[in-house]
């Protein structure tokens, strides 16, 4: 097996064990630790030290430690977040948070720059277009790196579903599920009553131990990159400093564009809060039981990775506004099914309907919005995904922020006026666009339209 690509898998695998572990724990945060609204805080906390780490963080470290002790560094943050779960409270789940949020960003830049690297060195040596080999490589990544949502959902269903006491859920309690929750610690007792602690332990248990494995497969078969070929990426590995760096970032607002894009990229953090924080808790595991939120997100996670695969396909015949007005068309509907259903256990199949749907509308908010920012900000890409960083992370802060303090009609309310603010002002971009390059085919100069980082679902 050719060196490069055999360094690729192994990269490819150590994240799919990492994010088995991390992806399903994000996703039962808000139900495992519902009491005054431990769960959600901590995710909230995390993303906000995302924020501050992608400012700073990746440039430094990747330029002290290289790439794969970037790579292995960062891991060890995860599982600091997983050994926090054992006894969750405000003194362990938040430092571990923050930890957690500190790695990500260097993670996954170190990711990226290593793949870079590998890419254009195979390239070179096989005389081949280095941007051809970089989209192979990071086709692999996410090919292998997208089925981590399904596992890590699937091992937590299947331990869960080993509860020996099933508890029936009265319609008293059936009545405080859905969009006008009750405001109550009424999850909390199900989940508590369903699912002993030696369940809970086992699972938290397999976690670590894959992330465990992600480090070692990373520390012991990954090749560190070597000094001539980090020296043909030092633009990358070598910024300016720490301000130029934070500077950069936000001089970028400059252009009318990117203020005009900040909506719709905080809507990509919202959409996918309430996903995770909300839906879990007020309508599967309150309606079902927590043992049913892991086989609700595996629909999520198949569908929105055969979309992402799909809608990259075909963007180029499409265009990129049909898609998102697909996107926006699903999101609408499922937003007011959910102000208007009920949930009940009888209706089973509706609770697999709403992930799926809305996995087909993130595929497309990843997939496009990574590509319009690819597209319009081509000069200035660096700065321009920093701001996607910064914008997307402080979405997820703000909806896992008020997740504990509003009723879910009201969040969703607050969804469906991002979602509307986040068209008009990305149909104002179009204009300006449009208006800038007139007889030039938007699709043609379309870029880079890939399936971003899961700093997200970090």
Same mark, same amino acid.
């Given at each position: 097996?050719? %060196? +490069?690509? &055999?360094?690729?898998?192994?990269?490819? *695998? =150590?994240?799919?064990? $990492?994010?088995?572990?991390?992806? #399903?724990?994000?996703?039962?945060?808000?139900?495992?630790?519902s009491?005054?609204?431990?769960?959600?805080?901590?995710?909230?906390?995390?993303?906000?030290?995302?924020?501050?780490?992608?400012?700073?963080?990746?440039?430094?470290?990747?330029?002290?430690?290289?790439?794969?002790?970037?790579?292995?560094?960062?891991?060890?943050?995860?599982?600091?977040?997983s050994?926090?779960?054992?006894?969750a409270?405000?003194?362990?789940?938040?430092?571990?948070?923050?930890?957690?949020?500190?790695?990500?960003?260097?993670?996954?830049?170190?990711?990226?720059?290593?793949?870079?690297?590998?890419?254009?060195?195979?390239?070179?040596?096989?005389? %081949? +277009?280095? &941007?051809?080999?970089?989209?192979?490589? *990071? =086709?692999?990544?996410? $090919?292998?790196?997208?089925?981590? #949502?399904?596992?890590?959902?699937?091992?937590?269903?299947?331990?869960?579903s080993?509860?020996?006491?099933?508890?029936?859920?009265?319609?008293?309690?059936?009545?405080?599920?859905?969009?006008?929750?009750?405001?109550?610690?009424?999850?909390?007792?199900?989940?508590s009553?369903?699912?002993?602690?030696?369940?809970?332990?086992?699972?938290?248990?397999?976690?670590?131990?894959?992330?465990?494995?992600?480090?070692?497969?990373?520390?012991?078969?990954?090749?560190?990159?070597?000094?001539?070929?980090?020296?043909?990426?030092?633009?990358?590995?070598?910024?300016?400093?720490?301000?130029?760096?934070?500077?950069?970032?936000?001089?970028?607002?400059?252009? &009318?564009?990117?203020?005009?894009?900040?909506?719709?990229?905080?809507?990509?953090?919202?959409?996918?809060?309430?996903?995770?924080?909300?839906?879990?808790?007020?309508?599967?595991?309150c309606?079902?039981?927590?043992?049913?939120?892991?086989?609700?997100?595996?629909?999520?996670?198949?569908v929105?990775?055969l979309?992402?695969l799909?809608?990259?396909?075909?963007?180029?015949?499409?265009?990129?506004?049909?898609?998102?007005?697909?996107?926006?068309?699903?999101?609408?509907?499922?937003?007011?099914a959910?102000?208007?259903?009920?949930?009940?256990?009888?209706?089973?199949?509706?609770?697999?309907v709403f992930?799926?749907?809305?996995?087909?509308?993130?595929?497309?908010?990843?997939?496009?919005?990574?590509?319009?920012?690819?597209?319009?900000?081509?000069?200035? &890409?660096?700065?321009?995904?920093?701001?996607?960083?910064?914008?997307?992370?402080?979405?997820?802060?703000?909806?896992?922020?008020?997740?504990?303090?509003?009723?879910?009609?009201?969040?969703?309310?607050?969804?469906?006026?991002?979602?509307?603010?986040?068209?008009?002002?990305?149909?104002?971009?179009?204009?300006?666009?449009?208006?800038?390059?007139?007889?030039?085919?938007?699709?043609?100069?379309?870029?880079?339209?890939?399936?971003?980082?899961?700093?997200?679902?970090?």
């Amino acid at each position: 097996m050719e %060196k +490069n690509l &055999k360094n690729v898998l192994v990269i490819s *695998f =150590g994240f799919l064990l $990492l994010f088995t572990a991390y992806g #399903g724990l994000q996703n039962l945060q808000s139900s495992l630790h519902s009491e005054e609204g431990l769960g959600v805080a901590s995710l909230s906390v995390l993303y906000a030290a995302l924020i501050l780490s992608s400012m700073f963080l990746p440039p430094v470290l990747i330029k002290k430690l290289g790439c794969k002790w970037t790579i292995a560094g960062s891991m060890c943050c995860y599982i600091a977040f997983s050994l926090g779960n054992f006894y969750a409270s405000w003194y362990t789940l938040i430092p571990t948070c923050v930890i957690l949020g500190l790695g990500g960003a260097p993670l996954w830049s170190a990711k990226c720059t290593y793949l870079t690297i590998a890419g254009n060195s195979y390239a070179k040596k096989a005389g %081949k +277009n280095g &941007k051809d080999i970089i989209n192979q490589y *990071f =086709g692999v990544f996410f $090919l292998i790196f997208q089925s981590s #949502g399904i596992w890590g959902n699937l091992i937590s269903s299947l331990i869960f579903s080993q509860a020996t006491t099933k508890v029936e859920i009265s319609e008293e309690d059936l009545a405080c599920c859905g969009a006008y929750d009750c405001m109550t610690n009424t999850t909390n007792t199900t989940v508590s009553t369903e699912v002993p602690n030696s369940l809970i332990y086992t699972l938290l248990g397999i976690y670590t131990a894959s992330g465990v494995l992600a480090v070692l497969l990373i520390v012991i078969f990954l090749d560190q990159i070597k000094s001539d070929q980090a020296e043909t990426e030092k633009e990358t590995l070598e910024p300016p400093s720490f301000w130029s760096t934070f500077l950069a970032t936000f001089k970028h607002l400059k252009d &009318k564009r990117q203020c005009l894009l900040i909506p719709l990229t905080m809507y990509s953090g919202f959409e996918q809060g309430f996903l995770s924080g909300d839906y879990t808790k007020t309508y599967v595991t309150c309606a079902l039981g927590i043992h049913y939120v892991g086989y609700a997100m595996i629909c999520f996670s198949a569908v929105n990775s055969l979309c992402s695969l799909l809608f990259g396909k075909i963007s180029q015949y499409t265009g990129r506004k049909l898609l998102f007005a697909l996107a926006t068309v699903t999101n609408t509907a499922c937003i007011i099914a959910l102000l208007l259903w009920k949930p009940h256990p009888k209706q089973f199949a509706v609770f697999f309907v709403f992930p799926a749907l809305w996995g087909l509308s993130d595929a497309i908010w990843q997939t496009q919005t990574n590509g319009l920012y690819g597209f319009l900000f081509e000069k200035h &890409k660096e700065a321009a995904f920093a701001n996607y960083r910064l914008w997307e992370s402080l979405g997820f802060v703000i909806a896992f922020g008020y997740s504990t303090k509003l009723q879910v009609y009201i969040k969703l309310y607050i969804l469906l006026s991002v979602l509307v603010l986040s068209m008009v002002t990305y149909g104002a971009v179009e204009y300006l666009e449009a208006k800038s390059s007139p007889g030039t085919p938007t699709a043609a100069k379309k870029e880079n339209v890939g399936r971003p980082t899961q700093e997200t679902r970090t």
